[in-house]
């Protein structure tokens, strides 16, 4: 464990005290969550209980059930399907009762026929909470500039933020976060907002993205195939629209650093489709404290990354070094990208060029000057199992420090 850390947020030094817990004390632990995902609630393909599960069951710290423009509050009553291909089976119903025991799934008689009652937030939390699951409460706010897809998740909400609308892409964007913000200072918590997959329906460029004021976040990963994170020929990947963004966020917008997070925007619960399944994509964070609060804390201070399969047991910067620690599997060899943009002679030279690669368990990264930021990306050598394009191999992403020249800007 380091003894202390220093990172480096909006241009600011963020220093992050995690001295050596006293005896009997648990110090910082790295929690799991996914902070993406749908249910009956809205396009989803199962209850909401069913997928609770399947994160308990898979090792996940913390969960954030994001739908469309609703929270999972109030009465909902969906209609029970004969048919084979229905969003809610028969089948689905009985494999609800088997797995909950009797009393759990209400159901009625409704005009079209069977009706099932979808479980609130409330019912879930009762179910599924303990001191190692929590429910994170979010929305994916989802709204449209055109043909341009407009989406944006806000975690730790209490009430529903509706579309707010805006006359361009950029602003459509602000004010969707800035309704996230503003809910944030009413409620007086911790709040946070992550604009999502910028590639789906090629709506979003990288000067989009680096627009975005008063929050840092948005998907590097998101597992849903139809949401082009590795670009095309029309389209960057994700990781340059990250690159990019931060380069003019830096450079022309003074607006700080931007993290990425990886997500699943898991719909397709019962494998039945491989679109968008759970299990893809992830964030790890680092948190005295498994509570709401805590994890957007943690988060908002930069002490996360983004994984599909690599494991860390430390990162942290210095504003002369960046380093890491992988957690090493069996049979499992690493790669550790350092990617920055350097300035030269006060111009970016080139947005997210490869600084450095090491094979080693502990890479460090030795600023010389002139990086704008540094972050790293570590590749493993073992595929994916349940990967969003055959081929891709686990990845972690440490999220970007400011280098000398970024600090000096
Ligand atoms: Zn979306
Ligand atoms: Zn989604």
Redesign the pocket.
Known sequence: MTTQRQFIASGALLCLLAASPPQGETGPQWFKGNT?T?TLWSDGNAAPEHVADWYVKHGYDFLVL?D?NILSQGQRWMAVSESADGRLRTVDVESLEARFGPGWVVERRGSDGREMKLKTLAELREKFEGDDFIFIQGE?ITDRYEDHEI?VNGLNLDTVIPPQGGDSIVETIQRNIDAVIAQGKRLNRPVLAHL?HPNYKRSLRPEHVAAIEGERFFEVYNG?RGTRGHGDIMTDATEQIWDVALTIRLVEHDLGLLYGLATD?AHDHHGNGRVSVPGRGWVWVRSDRLTADAIIDAMRAGDFYASTGVRLADFGADGRRLWLQIVPQPGVTYTTEFIGTRLVNGAPAFSGQLLVTSQDLRPSYRMTGDELYVRARVISSRLHPNPFAEGDLETAWVQPVLGPAGLRH
Do not use: A, R
Request: glycine share 0%.
């Open positions: 993406h749908h994001s469309h994916e989406h999502n849903h925007d």
